[in-house]
């Protein structure tokens, strides 16, 4: 499990490096949906962080604040001045959190075999909440993309960063759906090798999406002909998203 560690303070450098690039730009742009990605990647990194010190309590308890503040961004970002699930959602996200607290609550506190069916109840309501999130992930950014991917009035790079949204939240959708099967504390099994796999990739395309380096930019944009079209409005795409 010590390699696991090693990956899960990746993992918080990558979260930190991203959240405070993003501050950067919204500094720049003093864009408040912005300003509520940054707060999603540094109390992911928070998250990570008691996940390294063992606190699972914590765990829970700031996964869950930050699927709210994801859903919140997603919501002001993706469906702006249109009507949205975000109020169902958030409910469910908070129920089922509660929900995972209270198992969890059980499973310290119960004899061996009560343990295992608390344990199992309390992945049940964490993958549900992983599986809403980056569902609706997918689904906005799948929207945003149909409503320009022909038009040319958009550079191709700013279409390649909704394709990575659309990556990793499939990413967060398999790792909800795997953390059904991770075993107790302490062992290792097939599902949890999975998850780790999936989140490395997880990581890397929300790294790419959100920070998008020149060179990336470049192979998305090669063949393209600007037609006086400057980086800024492209940046507008991806922030104002559908109106």
């Known amino acids: ?22 501050f950067g730009t919204w500094r720049q742009t003093k864009k408040n949906n912005l300003l509520l990605l940054v707060t999603f990647f540094f109390m992911n990194a928070l998250t990570l962080l008691f996940l390294i010190f063992g606190n699972l309590m914590l765990y829970d308890i700031n996964t869950i604040i930050t699927m709210v503040i994801g859903l919140i961004f997603i919501d002001r970002t993706f469906y702006q001045d249109r009507k949205s699930p975000f109020k169902l959602l ?37 993958g549900a909440d992983f599986a809403i999130f980056g569902l609706w ?29 659309k990556f990793y939240s499939i990413c967060i959708i398999l790792v909800g759906s795997l953390t059904l099967f991770t075993p107790v504390e302490g062992t290792v ?42 980086e800024e409005l492209s940046e507008e795409e991806i922030l104002e998203a559908m109106k």
Do not use: C
């Open 137 to 165: 992930s997918f689904i906005a950014a799948s929207g945003s993309l149909k409503s320009f991917s022909f038009s040319d009035t958009v550079e191709p790079w700013v279409k390649g960063r909704y394709r990575l949204v």
């Open 90 to 126: 958030l409910v469910l996200t908070i129920v089922l959190g509660a929900l995972s607290v209270i198992s969890f609550i059980m499973f310290d506190q119960s004899l061996i075999f009560e343990q295992n069916i608390a344990f199992l109840l309390h992945n049940i309501f964490v």
């Open 189 to 230: 099994n097939w599902a949890l090798l999975v998850i780790l796999v999936v989140n490395i990739l997880r990581i890397a395309g929300e790294t790419l999406a959100w920070i998008m380096p020149n060179f990336l930019k470049k192979y998305f944009n090669r063949g393209f002909t600007s037609t006086d079209i400057i």
């Open 1 to 22: 499990m010590y390699q696991a560690v090693y990956l899960f303070v990746i993992f918080l450098v990558f979260r930190v490096i991203t959240g405070a690039f993003l």
